[in-house]
């Protein structure tokens, strides 16, 4: 389990938790689709289950540590609030990214924030190099 600073998420042999102080929570699990696994395949995946451990991972974490914010949309899907569509496609948009970054899919050491949040996302997620 990670814990962050506005929740903690945990992986799932299916795929992810997220639950927040309050005891609201979020289960997410891959989708079986072709264009899920063509989202998975273009972020540097090839196992779905961690693709969408990672996914998730990246909703929470990338506002926390970019803007001490929380993911507009894992808190407002664990609260039963209605989503706004722009600050939805900008978040999927900028972890789409960010996950390819990660994987090094996509060259991003210009931004040194991203650099600093790669940094510590890989150190959250203990992955190797
Ligand atoms: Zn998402």
Wanted: charged share 20%; aromatic share 14%; net charge negative.
């Amino acid at each position: 389990m990670i814990q962050l600073k506005y929740c903690t998420i945990e992986k799932q042999p299916w795929g992810s938790t997220i639950r927040y102080p309050d005891g609201t929570e979020s289960s997410n699990w891959p989708h079986d689709n072709d264009s899920y696994r063509w989202v998975v395949e273009a972020c540097g995946h090839t196992d779905p289950v961690q693709y969408c451990y990672e996914h998730e991972f990246c909703h929470v974490f990338l506002p926390e540590f970019l803007f001490d914010a929380q993911s507009h949309i894992v808190w407002q899907n664990s609260h039963n609030l209605e989503i706004n569509e722009a600050a939805s496609h900008w978040e999927e948009r900028l972890i789409f990214y960010f996950q390819q970054y990660l994987h090094d899919v996509i060259d991003m050491s210009h931004d040194p924030m991203m650099v600093a949040a790669k940094a510590r996302a890989k150190e959250l997620l203990e992955y190797n190099s």
